[in-house]
């Protein structure tokens, strides 16, 4: 079945997209940036591009709507290729959060259960479209019941696909209605499942192949406002990287490098959430309650979250409020390995590995929790600076009695 052409031209990720513009989607990179450069619109396609990637270098979670919407099919393909040759999965995992995201505030701005049927349809989604909506469940808010009602359910099986990167746990089959092997979904939690589809669709994997992208480069570098545009966007990243570094070096003490004093279970935490990876819940939970446990102050805990595909500042700012307020104490070392967070063996971290306290391993005590680690990793820091400033004032007294 075919869907309206106005809807791919909105949507231009719907893989109807082949088959409506095939005359575009199925033209080489190469071929598609020299056309698409020799036309009027050029300019105003590049400027759209840049932004994007303006914004997502930002952290920001939404992308202003375009003066003109029919050129979104080749804003979707240049950025695309672009993502193609910067070959950096930080940047693509920040233009596929971003893109994405605006593609879930786009379904809901544009509020059309028709559309959405018809997006489910393309994407070979089975779901079942009722009107008028089915009551399904109840929903508690305080004190208050109400039905909820919904237009669709969708396979289970869809369903999981869908959601089995969205790790919340209202997601779980076992939370949701089922009717007939069909989920009764709302239409906000079906648009949040596409959304997921069109991240995993811009993700692509930083290539290995170093010698076919170089000679894709050479190919398509060729063309002179591609390689400008290229350029700049590169040039706004190498800044950007920068500020990414800093922020993530959380200086508590304002002496010293705090990420030299972290445990690799919260390193690895932070490095994924630094790649806009999706977090676990448990995951979410431990870097909470650790970095509020270190004093960290709310806002840049509820930075940390913002390179995330499902990113609600909002949401996220209330959870964390709400997790100082409570004062949960991070899981300990045990908790941590039983649910597969304790990274001491692929980070082959000493400290974690053979405890401390004693040279003799015999009577090492063993690690218990990740705070602990900070206090002693800080510990012998400071032991460390005493040592190096005694030694160079020893040396300076040796060498003045020797020139006495
Ligand atoms: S031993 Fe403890 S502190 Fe070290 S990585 Fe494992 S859980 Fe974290």
């Known amino acids: 079945m075919s869907i309206p052409t106005d809807l791919v031209n909105r949507y231009p990720w719907l893989p109807s997209l082949k088959l409506q513009y095939s005359d575009i989607a199925d033209k080489e990179p190469s071929e598609f940036i020299s056309d698409l450069f020799s036309k ?19 952290n920001l979670e939404d992308i202003p709507n375009p003066k003109d919407e029919n050129l979104s099919i080749q804003v979707y393909i240049l950025l695309k290729i672009l ?10 995992n920040r233009i596929a959060n971003l893109y994405s995201k605006n593609a879930y505030n786009k379904m809901e701005r544009d509020n059309s259960e028709s559309d959405l049927y018809n997006i489910c349809l393309d994407l070979e989604l089975r779901v079942n479209f009722y009107d008028p909506p089915e009551k399904f469940g109840i929903k508690i808010l305080k004190d ?9 359910t969708i396979y289970y099986i869809d369903y999981l696909k869908l959601a089995s990167k ?14 007939n092997g069909y989920v009764y979904i709302q239409n906000r939690n079906l648009m949040r499942l596409i959304q997921e589809y069109v991240r995993t669709k811009i993700l692509v994997e930083e290539t290995e192949d170093k010698a076919s992208l170089k000679s894709f480069l050479e190919e398509v570098l060729k063309i002179q406002e591609f390689k400008e545009l290229y350029e700049k966007i590169k040039n706004i990243w190498a800044k950007k990287e920068e500020d990414f570094d800093f922020s993530f070096k959380i200086d508590i003490t304002n002496k010293t490098d705090i990420l030299k004093l972290y445990p ?6 932070l490095k994924k959430a630094k790649e806009g990876q999706n977090l676990v819940h448990h995951e979410r939970l431990f870097i909470v309650w650790f970095l ?17 595909p499902d990113f609600d500042r909002e949401k996220t700012n209330y959870q ?3 997790a100082k307020k409570k004062k949960y104490t991070p899981y ?11 990274k001491k063996e692929k980070y082959k971290d000493t400290l974690c590995l053979e405890g401390y306290g004693s040279i003799e391993p015999s009577e090492r005590k063993k690690l218990k929790h990740p705070l602990a680690y900070v206090r002693i990793k800080q510990y012998r820091d400071e032991k460390e600076g005493e040592f190096l400033k005694s030694k160079e004032k020893r040396e300076q007294e040796e060498s003045q009695k020797k020139n006495e």
Do not use: M
Request: proline share 2%.
């Open 40 to 58: 009027g619109d050029s300019k105003q396609i590049s400027e759209r591009v840049l932004l994007i990637f303006e914004f997502a270098f930002n």
């Open 292 to 308: 509020l446990a270190l004093e960290y102050p709310v806002e840049h805990v509820v930075d940390i979250f913002s390179t995330l």
């Open 332 to 342: 300990q070392c045990s908790t941590l390995q039983s649910i597969s967070l304790c």
């Open 320 to 322: 964390v409020e709400y």
């Open 144 to 152: 208050n019941r109400e039905r909820k009602i919904t237009n669709f």
């Open 166 to 179: 969205l790790r919340d746990d209202y997601r779980k089959l076992t939370h949701n209605s089922l009717k």
């Open 83 to 92: 993502i193609y040759a910067l070959n950096n999965k930080l940047i693509t």
């Open 264 to 269: 690799p279970c919260v390193l690895e935490i």
